[in-house]
Structures are given as C-alpha cells and as structure tokens.
T-cell receptor, first 111, second 114 residues
Framework: SQQGEEDPQALSIQEGENATMNCSYK?????LQWYRQNSGRGLVHLIL?????REKHSGRLRVTLDTSKKSSSLLITASRAADTASYFC???????????FGSGTKLNVKP | EAGVTQFPSHSVIEKGQTVTLRCDPI?????LYWYRRVMGKEIKFLLH????????ESGMPNNRFLAERTGGTYSTLKVQPAELEDSGVYFC????????????FGEGSWLTVV
C-alpha cells in the first residue's frame, strides 16, 4: 500500500506558535499535496510539491519533501485559531490525480 | 466560478435501500473523481472519469457501486443495496487536466446507513 501516515495524529498548540506535521509514504511518487479539512467540510488544497522539489512556501505554509526518506513535513507558522482543522497529505504516484491519502493530523489552535 | 457541488449533503438511509449521490464539477473540467472516507479509515480513491469515460475505476469496492457520467458533465454514484459499512463521506473532485493540476474537492456527501 502507498498510503501515507501522518504524525502526530493530533496536535494542540496556542495561537501564535508554529505547527509541524509530518507525512511518510511507502513508494515512489510524482508529487505530494497537502489538504486541509475543516470539521464537516470539504478538502481544501493547500500546496503541491513535486518529486524534484525539496521545499515550497505559500504564505505561512512551508512544505519540505525528502524523497530519500519518503517523507514530507508541513509547517504552519504563527498559527491562528482559524487554522484549526485536519490536515492530510496525499501522494500521487503517476501524476493522474489518483491520490493516496494519509490518516490526517487533527490540529487544534487555542486562542 | 462555482466550485464542485455535491447533492445531497447528508443522507440517512436504511440498509438495503438505494442512494444516488450527484456531483457537478467545475465547468470546463474534463476530469472528475470520486473519493470516500468511511468511518475510521483513510480517504480512498474510487474512480476517475475523463469526460464521460471511466479512466480508472480500480478503487470501486464492489458491484453495489455504480458511477456514471453521461454526457461528460455531472456524475452520479449509486449504491444499491446500501450496507452499514458504506457509511461515510463521499467526496467528488474535478480538475481541468491531470499532470499535477490542482484538483478541487466538493463539500462531500455524508451518508449514514442504519
């Protein structure tokens, strides 16, 4: 199975702190994407990183990818209460948008 | 631009009944995907349409599930007969192309089978 595993499963921090979530996967990939899901809502695309990239930034988000370790991390800096959500990594092996999702990290940012 | 819309948003049906979920992709998106997350499990790929053709249906769990996309516009996912283990959230997504294109997910159809 290529399913990813997120770590930690749950994370609780204070507003203003940084949040780091990790994702590991098992097979080679073409790209990896991070998604956010607010409670009871749909999945929102955050960032895509390709297999030949090591780091990408988007606003307060920083994603790293280490293909040798088959892992990725998502860093949210200066977190806000509105960042409270579940975060999923999704790997795409063949670039056909057939994603393998991890189990998710539930982030709680306390005001 | 309207996003991916799904209907119904929530559905409660009895075991053995039939439910049909509908997805309207973003206009102009040829690629349409169905994913689902059943209780306590990961989000899993079900199938991928390119226009009206099934490009990949390797994730469909069994023959109780039937997906269609007549005319290459909206899609339906029918579960007949529904079983308890089918409970979960069914996500539809669409994209203009593949090759790492961003795909846009709908809000999901939350299905409860009792």
């Amino acid at each position: 199975s290529q399913q990813g595993e997120e770590d930690p499963q749950a994370l609780s921090i204070q507003e203003g702190e940084n949040a780091t979530m990790n994702c590991s996967y098992k097979t080679s990939i073409n790209n990896l994407q991070w998604y956010r899901q607010n409670s009871g809502r749909g999945l929102v695309h955050l960032i895509l990183i390709r297999s030949n990239e090591r780091e990408k930034h988007s606003g307060r988000l920083r994603v790293t990818l280490d293909t040798s370790k088959k892992s990725s991390s998502l860093l949210i800096t200066a977190s806000r209460a509105a960042d409270t959500a579940s975060y999923f990594c999704a790997t795409d092996r063949y670039n056909f948008n057939k994603f393998y999702f991890g189990s998710g990290t539930k982030l709680n940012v306390k005001p | 631009e309207a996003g991916v819309t799904q209907f119904p948003s929530h559905s409660v049906i009895e075991k053995g009944q039939t439910v049909t979920l509908r997805c309207d992709p973003i206009s102009g998106h040829d690629n349409l995907y169905w994913y689902r997350r059943v209780m306590g499990k990961e989000i899993k790929f079900l199938l991928h349409f390119v226009k009206e053709s099934k490009q990949d249906e390797s994730g469909m769990p069994n023959n109780r599930f039937l997906a269609e996309r007549t005319g290459g516009t909206y899609s339906t996912l029918k579960v007949q007969p529904a079983e308890l283990e089918d409970s979960g959230v069914y996500f539809c997504a669409s994209s203009r192309g593949v090759s790492g294109n961003t795909i846009y997910f709908g809000e999901g159809s939350w299905l409860t089978v009792v």
